[in-house]
């Protein structure tokens, strides 16, 4: 973490003030300080600071000093690598003053005129500006800076509208400075700035808003999506830019999804949240100071802050604006299994065969664009799958108790004789294409094939581009018929093969020619003035072009420019409306491309990485990341999706995907084979070992997502939101927790036989052994082995897991005896919810169809069991079979179920442990009861 010793504010004259404060803190003497002070201040003289420099020359390819200069900014190169070398004058550039602000029944308006004075950076700055500050509620603000004279593009999810009132007592305050202008966000209590204006720059043209903001520390979390190697950003002059890209998980590529979302830490540990509610094209540069800047090239600035306190709070209160995350189905928390390629129903059924062979655990099989015929959506190859045997086999696994799903890309091929392929012919003829600026259906070239060809897939990917693919149509999922259309299409297909969900990739929309098949025009969309940071030469680079044209809403169209970010988003929401029509079932969607909102429709995965010991590392940023963005439901490819895996990588992954929220092994074309079953006996023992875990914690597992949907939690929890007042855990990435009861501590270095890891201050309890971890252990970082078949978990203290026996399927496993496992804190207190439902209804929670059952053990010598909603016959047959208490004192003499006593068999303590093992209850689910001992 960088250190924030001391502070400039005007060019390279340093400020002694704080370094004094700083270290005054530290040593405590008055004298020592002064010294210190001093030599700081020579130091820094010859090695000066330049974090307060705000970049006046973003531009793709720089900017000259004349170019610097016109725009009104001082030039002069920095000695170290990172700070920009033109820059704004600090406090001497001034863009708006502001001339009027008036009060409002739900907050107040401020309005700005540009100074006549203010040099144009790209197409000119808009002339007048307002600002609405609404207090939604006490600890939800929204900012909007707009343009009241025309009205711009404004991104269609829904947000929360303005209150009739302002709310009282919030939890903030709002600040203007009148000149030069700028706003402050306070939190009250603390008196904390949490969000400044005053350094850089606001700037608002056409298609350039810039907008900085000081940072009250450095903990930011958040910003995608990308594949990045801190959860906690590294600050130290960092740009990323964030615009839908179809790109392997490599280097700092913008990825498939935008989330312009941060969370941020104050050094009290107080958290707050800041979304810009903007799908532009855009990027955000991180400096030291700390401070951030946004640049964007269209929209509007809309900004919605949550004041938390807490991070667990802030993530809450931000679901709740953008839409709580989806509910999965119960059997999309059990194992999932896929390959794109495996290039023939006898190799699917050979897979899953030897899965079935080691009776290892699998819900869900797949299938990846390999059974298309000619990759086109809604077809089944003939020849390699068999259309009834293929039908018949999907029957058949179905019955066995394993899910499938199929993959649909947006991309409909276009190239097909009239008559032969009816989501072409029917799109083209209801109009659910997007065209191009003339008015002409816009083709690109994706998956589809011509027909007639013999493909060849070791040829090199251009060539395959240019005589392989014909050409696709990209239908716009924001036109009322389009839905219709695809919801037939996808309904149609579903009496073909019996899929339970659907998966959508490609959905950026992925393009593999720039723009379309011809290219686009030289206009202004394609050829922005600010070409934000992000890869590819052109905006259109692998995707569409901007200029194309596309439905806002059922009314209003905008380019594609505006849309660009929020195309899986709106595939996504009409594909869940698809899959539920097609199973009539909860059903699931799996998504690539996702924007603020996504999570209330579907899961994600983090996309095409690799077979790397890395990408395996940082596939824990992602799934943090992603838990802040509202998408719980989120995992990587086990085993890596590009490259042959070895067997050593493979193993570690599929402890660490293992817990994974989506636990899904996928592998690319042309690699080794890399199921559980694929490496032998010994490995596929272990597998099925290592899936009875994740199995045996469903219960737990599913009433953390139930919670994510009801309230907004998250369920892969990183540890600073559990033990937020420790700094220690503000920083780490490598381990995490399952809501507030789990952690799991994943070995991620190849050859490594133990783990590097940091034990929070509280009471875990081994999950094999029982053994709690030693108190002096707590509070520090420990080092535990973890032979090759290991993955350390432990349960927390206070905390009562509901489990359930294993089996080879959620069919299966949902039949089975539950448990629970009471892990005492030191007050010999433990509190748990279950949360159970018949798993694959429509909305279950909102129509209180389930079972929520609360379990207590308050300082003592007795658990309870409390039904605080109950359903129908959900529970009927199943019973609680074992009770595990870790972390008692003594041995009991007694236990008692309803005052009823035990008889010894059913009940052993383990001295050594302190583990009190109860079995064979056999006491039915839906009824409450006592346990009690002495
Ligand atoms: C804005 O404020 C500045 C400084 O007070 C002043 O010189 C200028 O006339 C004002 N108005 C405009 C439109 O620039
Ligand atoms: C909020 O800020 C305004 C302007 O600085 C100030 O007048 C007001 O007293 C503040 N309110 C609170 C509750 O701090
Ligand atoms: C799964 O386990 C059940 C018993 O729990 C067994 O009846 C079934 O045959 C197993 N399924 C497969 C496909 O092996
Ligand atoms: C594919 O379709 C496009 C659009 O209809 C057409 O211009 C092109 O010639 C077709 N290509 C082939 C090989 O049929
Ligand atoms: C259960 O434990 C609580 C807390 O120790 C105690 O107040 C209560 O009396 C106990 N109930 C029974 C029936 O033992
Ligand atoms: C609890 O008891 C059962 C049945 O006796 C046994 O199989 C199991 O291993 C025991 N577990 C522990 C943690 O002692």
């Excluded at 929204?142 to 593009?153: G, L, Q, V």
């Amino acid at each position: 973490m960088p250190s924030r010793e001391f502070e400039i504010k005007n060019d390279d004259s340093l400020e002694v003030e704080p370094i004094a404060s700083t270290i005054s803190l530290i040593v405590g003497n008055a004298l020592l300080v002064l010294v210190i002070a001093v030599m700081v201040a020579v130091i820094c003289n010859t090695h000066p600071d330049y974090t307060h420099r705000f970049d006046c020359g973003p531009d793709r390819d720089g900017v000259d000093k004349a170019t610097c200069e016109r725009r009104g900014c001082i030039w002069s190169w920095p000695i170290k690598s990172g700070p920009p070398a033109c820059f704004f004058p600090p406090n001497g550039y001034i863009t708006y003053n502001m001339t009027d602000i008036s009060p409002y029944p739900w907050g107040y308006r401020v309005q700005l005129r540009k100074r006549t004075e203010m040099p144009d950076f790209f197409d000119g700055g808009l002339e007048t500006l307002w600002i609405d500050v609404e207090l939604q509620t006490k600890y939800r603000l929204h900012i909007k800076i707009y343009d009241p004279e025309n009205k711009r593009f404004e991104v269609p999810i829904s947000l929360p509208r303005r209150p009739l009132i302002a709310a009282e007592d919030p939890l903030y305050n709002v600040s203007v400075t009148e000149e030069p202008f700028s706003f402050q966000v306070i939190r009250t209590d603390t008196n904390t700035v949490v969000f400044d204006t005053s350094v850089g720059v606001m700037i608002f043209e056409d298609q350039f808003l810039q907008l900085s903001t000081k940072l009250p520390s450095h903990n930011i979390y958040g910003f995608g999506e990308h594949a990045h190697d801190d959860f906690r950003r590294d600050l130290n002059w960092k740009r990323w830019g964030s615009f839908a890209r179809d790109e392997k998980t490599e280097g700092t590529a913008n990825l498939y999804g935008t989330h312009p979302f941060y969370l941020c830490l104050e050094n009290d540990s107080n958290a707050h949240g800041v979304f810009l509610n903007n799908a532009n094209g855009q990027d955000v540069s991180f400096q030291p100071n700390p401070a951030l800047t946004y640049r964007h090239i269209g929209g509007v600035f809309d900004f919605y802050m949550f004041f938390g306190p807490t991070p667990e709070d802030v993530i809450s209160q931000y679901t709740e604006a953008i839409g709580r995350p989806y509910f999965p189905p119960y059997w999309a928390l059990g194992f999932h299994l896929s390959k794109y390629g495996y290039n023939s129903l006898d190799k699917v059924k050979e897979v899953v065969a030897r899965m079935r062979m080691y009776n290892i655990a699998h819900d869900v099989q797949y299938g990846d664009i390999d059974y298309m015929d000619r990759k086109r959506d809604f077809t089944i190859d003939d020849q390699r799958y068999g259309k009834v045997a293929f039908k018949d086999f999907v029957k058949k696994i179905k019955e066995e108790g394993t899910k499938y799903i199929v993959v649909l890309d947006p991309a409909i091929a276009a190239n097909e004789t009239t008559g032969t392929y009816r989501p072409y012919d029917d799109g083209v003829e209801k109009n659910v294409f997007i065209h191009d600026e003339n008015g002409e259906i816009i083709y690109g070239k994706v998956w589809p094939v011509y027909p007639g060809l013999r493909i060849d897939d070791s040829k090199p990917w251009d060539f395959q581009i240019k005589t392989y693919r014909g050409y696709v149509a990209f239908p716009d999922f924001q036109r009322k018929q389009t839905k219709e259309w695809w919801i037939r299409e996808v309904v149609d297909f579903h009496d073909k093969i019996d899929f339970d969900a659907i998966w959508i990739d490609m959905t950026e929309p992925a393009n593999f020619l720039d723009g379309s098949v011809n290219g686009c025009s030289k206009n202004k969309y394609d050829y922005p003035p600010y070409h934000p940071h992000i890869w590819g030469e052109t905006m259109a680079d692998q995707t569409l072009c901007m200029s194309a044209i596309q439905n806002l809403d059922e009314f209003n169209t905008t380019v594609h420019y505006n849309m660009h970010n929020l195309y899986g988003w709106s595939q996504t929401m009409a594909t869940l409306r698809a899959a539920r029509a097609a199973t009539g079932k909860r059903s699931l969607v799996i998504n690539r491309s996702t924007y603020p909102g996504s999570g209330k429709y579907s899961g994600h995965w983090l996309g095409d990485n690799f077979s790397i010991w890395l990408h395996m590392r940082r596939s824990i940023i992602g799934i943090l990341d992603f838990n802040l963005f509202g998408i719980p439901f989120v995992g990587a490819d086990i085993c890596g999706l590009f490259l042959d895996v070895t067997e050593p990588l493979c193993r570690r992954w599929s402890q660490l995907g293992n817990f994974y929220t989506f636990s899904r092994n996928h592998n690319g074309l042309i690699y080794r084979d890399q199921d559980p079953a694929a490496f032998g006996r010994e490995y596929a023992e272990e597998m099925k070992k290592l899936l009875a875990i994740r199995y045996t914690l469903l219960p737990y597992l599913y009433t953390l997502q139930y919670k994510a949907t009801a309230y907004g939690h998250t369920v892969t929890r990183p540890l600073m939101f559990e033990f937020t007042s420790d700094s220690e855990t503000w920083g780490i990435d490598r381990q995490f927790l399952w809501g507030p009861g789990f952690m799991i501590i994943p070995v991620l270095e190849e050859g490594a036989g133990s783990v590097n890891a940091y034990i929070p201050k509280a009471r875990w309890y081994d999950w094999y052994t029982g053994r709690e971890i030693d108190r002096e252990n707590t509070g520090r970082w420990i080092n535990i082995p973890a032979s090759d078949y290991h993955i350390p978990l432990y349960i927390r203290g206070g905390q009562i897991l509901p489990t359930q026996q294993p089996a080879n399927s959620t069919k299966f496993s949902r039949q089975h005896p539950f448990g629970l496992i009471v892990a005492l804190s030191d007050s010999q207190s433990a509190v748990g919810t279950l949360f159970w439902d018949d798993g694959t209804s429509v909305d279950t929670i909102e129509n209180g169809e389930y079972y929520k059952i609360e379990y207590v053990v308050c300082q003592g010598s007795n658990l309870t069991a409390n039904i605080s909603n109950s359903y129908g016959t959900l529970l009927d047959n199943l019973r609680l079979d074992t009770v595990k208490f870790h972390g008692l004192i003594t041995s009991p003499s007694v236990v008692q179920l309803n005052s009823v006593a035990l008889n010894d068999s059913q009940w052993t303590f383990n001295d050594v442990t302190k583990t009190l093992n109860i079995t064979d209850l056999q006491h039915p689910m839906s009824e409450q009861f006592l346990l009690s001992w002495h």
